[in-house]
């Protein structure tokens, strides 16, 4: 008759020879010399006896260095180092420890697609733990002497997946085996709660920031289409020079004219303002330049004269107050490269030798 012994870890009868427990897969260690060796007959224990406790570290010849660490008891063990074994079994308070750590491995990863910006890291993490996740299940179901294939169960919407979870919960044949805290648990723990403390400030920072981005550009948006669809129409072929400061008077000019169009924005009336109306004494002959600062519109005409004659004017319009004002008179008028000052510049003889220069800060009126 073949020798027997009692497995180590789930405390079921095996055969001696047996490299790995048929109940709960795990693989059976070399028994110091020292240590009591477990072999009876298979018939030596009476029907109806009562299955002992699973040994002891003591009695599987295990010290407490060689006791595993948390980590890898309740992760490594069940999610890699069993990563497709759907014949084992797996004890309750493991099997739910296991899914606590899985959980709380989540929460980094998290963090750090925030900090990134896009879930890579977390989805690879899904895909490669769906398999250890259904052997896990598939193991937990065994421990109750139950048919792996109830998993299946879980397909059915809703009502399945609760069933699946009172069958889990429910108790199971085999003891979990010891473990205990070791500093590689307390290192892991740590980095984790860093990297999750810095992923989730940098994300949640980067998520404000294009939310506050969004929304910027979302009511920007929304200005301009208000302002597009109430903007009056202009004559057509002229160019918007400027707007008042309330909003409400729109100055066009069109190439090749002396006219200043306003559109009353709330009437949406059309008004010509004639230039060569605004001053009795100045000819406007034709626009030279125009610039816009502040509320004004400043202007540089060209009388249209020869030789002495010939010279140009500057003046501005408040678009606020609807006034002219007439700058200076000179025999030529120019702006600087910004257009933030007038420059003008009049003979003070007939020879052209000589010349009288001023300057007019546009920021003075």
Same mark, same amino acid.
């Given at each position: 008759?073949?020798?027997?012994?009692?497995?180590?870890?789930?405390?079921?009868?095996?055969?001696?020879t047996v490299k790995k427990c048929k109940h709960c897969g795990e693989w059976q260690?070399?028994?110091?010399?020292?240590?009591? =060796?477990?072999?009876?007959?298979?018939?030596?224990?009476?029907?109806?006896?009562?299955? &002992?406790?699973?040994?002891?570290?003591?009695?599987?010849?295990?010290?407490?260095?060689?006791? &595993?660490?948390? @980590?890898?008891?309740?992760?490594?063990?069940?999610?890699?180092?069993?990563?497709?074994?759907?014949?084992?079994?797996? &004890?309750?308070?493991?099997?739910?420890? /296991?899914?606590?750590?899985?959980?709380?491995?989540?929460?980094?990863?998290?963090?750090?697609?925030?900090?990134?910006?896009?879930?890579?890291?977390?989805?690879?993490?899904?895909?490669?733990?769906?398999?250890?996740?259904?052997?896990?299940?598939?193991?937990?179901?065994? $421990?109750?002497?139950?048919?792996?294939?109830?998993?299946?169960?879980?397909?059915?919407?809703?009502?399945?997946?609760?069933?699946?979870?009172?069958?889990?919960?429910?108790?199971?044949?085999?003891?979990?085996?010891?473990?205990?805290?070791?500093?590689? $648990?307390?290192?892991?723990?740590?980095?984790?709660?860093?990297?999750? @403390?810095?992923?989730?400030?940098?994300?949640?920072?980067?998520?404000?920031?294009?939310?506050?981005?969004?929304?910027?550009?979302?009511?920007?948006?929304?200005?301009?289409? $208000? =302002? !597009?669809?109430?903007?009056?129409?202009?004559?057509?072929?002229?160019?918007?020079?400027?707007?008042?400061?309330?909003?409400?008077?729109?100055?066009?000019?069109?190439?090749?004219?002396?006219?200043?169009?306003?559109?009353?924005?709330?009437?949406?009336?059309?008004?010509? @303002?004639?230039?060569?109306?605004?001053?009795?004494?100045?000819?406007?002959?034709?626009? +030279?330049? #125009?610039?816009?600062?502040?509320?004004?519109?400043?202007?540089?005409?060209?009388?249209?004269?020869?030789? !002495?004659?010939? /010279?140009?004017?500057?003046?501005?319009?408040?678009?606020?107050?609807?006034?002219?004002?007439?700058?200076?008179?000179?025999?030529?008028? +120019?702006?600087?490269?910004?257009?933030?000052?007038?420059?003008?510049?009049?003979?003070?003889?007939?020879? #052209?030798?000589?010349?009288? =220069?001023?300057?007019? $800060?546009?920021?003075?009126?």
């Amino acid at each position: 008759m073949e020798e027997t012994k009692r497995c180590p870890y789930c405390g079921e009868e095996i055969l001696a020879t047996v490299k790995k427990c048929k109940h709960c897969g795990e693989w059976q260690e070399e028994k110091p010399a020292n240590a009591a =060796e477990s072999i009876q007959p298979a018939t030596a224990r009476p029907a109806g006896t009562a299955t &002992p406790p699973p040994a002891s570290p003591a009695d599987t010849g295990q010290t407490a260095d060689s006791v &595993p660490s948390l @980590i890898e008891r309740y992760y490594v063990e069940v999610f890699f180092r069993h990563y497709a074994d759907f014949k084992g079994k797996l &004890p309750r308070k493991q099997f739910w420890i /296991a899914y606590l750590f899985y959980t709380l491995s989540i929460i980094p990863l998290l963090a750090i697609n925030m900090m990134i910006g896009f879930p890579v890291l977390f989805l690879i993490y899904l895909l490669a733990t769906i398999v250890p996740s259904i052997a896990a299940s598939v193991r937990r179901l065994h $421990d109750m002497g139950t048919s792996g294939w109830w998993y299946l169960i879980s397909l059915i919407p809703t009502i399945g997946n609760i069933l699946l979870l009172i069958l889990l919960c429910q108790k199971g044949k085999t003891d979990t085996r010891p473990a205990k805290a070791k500093p590689s $648990d307390w290192i892991a723990l740590a980095i984790a709660v860093v990297v999750s @403390i810095v992923g989730f400030a940098v994300g949640t920072n980067k998520m404000a920031k294009l939310f506050s981005d969004g929304l910027t550009g979302m009511v920007t948006e929304s200005v301009i289409a $208000d =302002e !597009m669809e109430s903007k009056p129409e202009a004559p057509e072929g002229a160019t918007l020079a400027g707007v008042s400061t309330d909003g409400n008077y729109w100055y066009y000019l069109k190439e090749g004219e002396n006219n200043l169009y306003q559109i009353d924005k709330s009437t949406k009336t059309l008004y010509t @303002i004639n230039m060569n109306e605004a001053f009795d004494h100045v000819p406007i002959y034709s626009i +030279e330049d #125009y610039t816009v600062y502040g509320n004004k519109l400043f202007f540089i005409t060209y009388n249209g004269g020869n030789g !002495m004659g010939s /010279a140009c004017d500057a003046f501005y319009f408040d678009m606020d107050n609807e006034k002219w004002q007439h700058i200076a008179f000179a025999k030529d008028i +120019e702006f600087n490269e910004d257009k933030t000052v007038l420059k003008a510049s009049s003979p003070t003889s007939e020879d #052209y030798e000589s010349f009288e =220069e001023h300057e007019y $800060d546009l920021s003075e009126f």
